[in-house]
C-alpha cells in the first residue's frame, strides 16, 4: 500500500517534486498537493509576460490537469493549510477537513514585503507576487493609471515593465544606487537601466519612500529628500519573506526560513521542506533553480536512494524587463581575482569574468547570453581555464576550439 506523502504549496517546488517522484519512486507513496491558490501550478517567473500581454494566464500553467492525474496526484487548490499537528502526524485545512501523512513536505514559499511606511494601507497600495496581483495589475494598466513601483530588483523591473508595456505610465523608485545590486555590478546595472529607461519607464535610484500621500487612496509618493511623484497606485516589488508560519506553530525550528539539513528534513521527523520557505545553512535562496535541485535531492531521498544537498550556485539567467540578464558566482571578485571585461554598450552588450586560481568563479552578462550555460557549468565545476582564457570572453565555440587545436 503506498504510504500518504502531503506536499503543502502548489506551486514550481512542489511540481517539480512531483515530476521528480514519478521518475525515482513511482507508486511508492500516495501524494495529495494542498495550495491556497485557485488553480493549477504555474510558472511564476513569466507573470511579468503576462502583464505585458506577451502570453497568457492559461499558458503559463506548468503541468495539465491530466498530468498530475496520471500520477496518481490528489490537487486540493483554493486551500489553506492550518495546522500541522506532527504527533498525530496530521495536517489540518480551512474546512475543518484533517488529512493524515507519513511525510509531510513544506513549498510554503514567500509573501512579499510591504514598506512600513505612513499610508502603505491607502486603497491603491498593492503588491506583485501572483496571478491574482495580475489580474489587479491589468485593470490599472487598462486605466492608464499612473503607478509608482518600489524596488528595483527583478521583481520590481518585471512589475514596471509588465504595466509600462501594458500601457500605464510607470516610475520605478529604488533605495539603492543600482539596480539588481546583488546580481550585477556597477557598469552591469547602468547599462540595465539604460535599456529599461529606453522602454519608457522612469528610474529613480538612492531614493528612499518616505510617506504615500492621499485622502482614501493613493494620491503621490513622498521621497526622503522631499521629492514628490504623482501617483494613482503604488506597487510594492521590494524583497519578499518566507512563509513559515504553518511550521513555526507546529514547534519546527525556524530563523529566517524553515530549517533544513543535507536531506531537507526540518526539526520534524519526517516533515521537509523546500522552495523559498526553506533554510538551508544559514541560506534562503528565493529562486528558482534552487528548489528545484531541493526538489531532485528530495526525491532520490524519499526513494530511499543516497542523496544530500549542499547547497547551490546562486544564477540569474532571465530576460528583465525585455533584457536578457545573467549572473553565477562570485561577479564582485575578491583580493587575488581577476577580471575580463567587454563593454559594447552602443549595441547593448556586456560581459565579465572573474577569474580567480586559474578558475572562473563569477561572471555578468547583459544583452547575449548565448554562452551563460557553459559559463555557469564552468563555475560550478571548476575547471581550470588556463588553455582556454584567452578565446572564453568570445564564447564556447571559439574557446573549445582552441583548447581542441
Not at 491558490?37 to 491530466?66: C, F, H, K, M, W
Not at 497600495?125 to 495589475?137: A, E, I, K
Not at 523591473?157 to 546583488?182: C, F, I, N, Q, S
Request: aromatic residues 4%; proline residues 3%.
Amino acid at each position: 500500500m503506498s504510504e500518504p506523502l502531503v506536499i503543502v504549496g502548489n506551486g514550481m517546488a512542489a511540481a517539480r517534486l512531483v515530476d521528480e517522484l514519478a521518475k525515482v519512486a513511482l507508486g511508492r507513496y500516495a501524494i495529495a498537493v494542498i495550495g491556497d491558490e485557485p488553480r493549477l501550478a504555474y510558472n511564476r517567473v513569466l507573470l511579468s509576460s503576462v502583464l505585458a500581454g506577451e502570453t497568457t494566464s492559461q499558458d503559463i500553467e506548468l503541468r495539465p490537469a491530466s498530468w498530475w492525474r496520471d500520477r496518481g496526484v490528489t490537487l486540493k487548490y483554493g486551500c489553506i493549510a492550518t495546522e500541522i499537528d506532527v504527533g498525530r502526524r496530521e495536517l489540518k485545512i480551512e474546512n475543518d477537513e484533517s488529512i493524515p501523512f507519513s511525510k509531510l513536505v513544506l513549498t510554503t514559499g514567500s509573501s512579499p514585503l510591504r514598506l512600513n511606511v505612513p499610508g502603505a494601507d491607502l486603497a491603491g497600495v498593492h503588491t506583485f507576487r501572483d496571478s491574482r496581483d495580475v489580474d489587479l495589475l491589468l485593470t490599472l494598466a487598462a486605466q492608464k493609471k499612473r503607478v509608482v513601483v518600489v524596488g528595483g530588483g527583478l521583481l520590481g523591473l518585471e512589475a514596471a515593465y509588465g504595466l509600462a508595456k501594458a500601457g500605464a505610465p510607470v516610475t520605478l523608485v529604488h533605495l539603492m544606487d543600482r539596480l539588481m545590486e546583488r546580481q550585477l555590478d556597477a557598469p552591469a546595472a547602468e547599462l540595465l537601466k539604460s535599456l529599461v529607461e529606453r522602454k519608457g519607464i522612469e528610474i529613480l535610484l538612492n531614493a528612499n519612500t518616505a510617506q504615500i500621500h492621499g485622502v482614501t487612496r493613493v494620491e503621490d509618493v513622498e521621497l526622503a529628500d522631499g521629492r514628490r511623484i504623482d501617483a494613482d497606485a503604488v506597487i510594492f516589488a521590494a524583497g519578499i519573506r518566507p512563509n513559515t508560519a504553518l511550521a513555526k506553530e507546529a514547534g519546527i525550528p525556524v530563523n529566517r526560513g524553515i530549517v533544513v539539513d543535507d536531506h531537507l528534513q526540518t526539526g520534524a521527523s519526517d516533515v521537509f521542506a523546500i522552495g523559498e520557505c526553506a533554510e538551508h545553512r544559514g541560506v534562503c535562496y528565493g529562486l528558482v533553480e534552487p528548489a528545484y535541485e531541493q526538489a531532485r535531492v528530495l526525491a532520490r531521498h524519499l526513494a530511499g536512494r543516497e542523496a544530500a544537498y549542499s547547497g547551490s550556485t546562486v544564477a540569474t539567467n532571465l530576460k528583465v524587463s525585455g533584457v536578457s540578464v545573467f549572473s553565477a558566482g562570485d561577479f564582485i571578485g575578491g583580493d587575488g581575482s581577476e577580471s575580463i571585461v567587454l563593454s559594447d554598450i552602443n549595441n547593448g552588450t556586456y560581459k565579465k569574468l572573474v577569474i580567480s586560481d586559474g578558475r572562473l568563479t563569477g561572471a555578468v552578462l547583459i544583452g547575449d547570453v548565448a554562452d551563460a550555460l557553459w559559463y555557469l557549468e564552468l563555475i560550478r565545476t571548476r575547471q581550470p581555464t588556463a588553455r582556454i582564457r584567452a578565446d572564453m570572453m568570445f564564447g564556447r565555440s571559439l574557446a573549445t576550439r582552441s583548447e581542441a587545436a
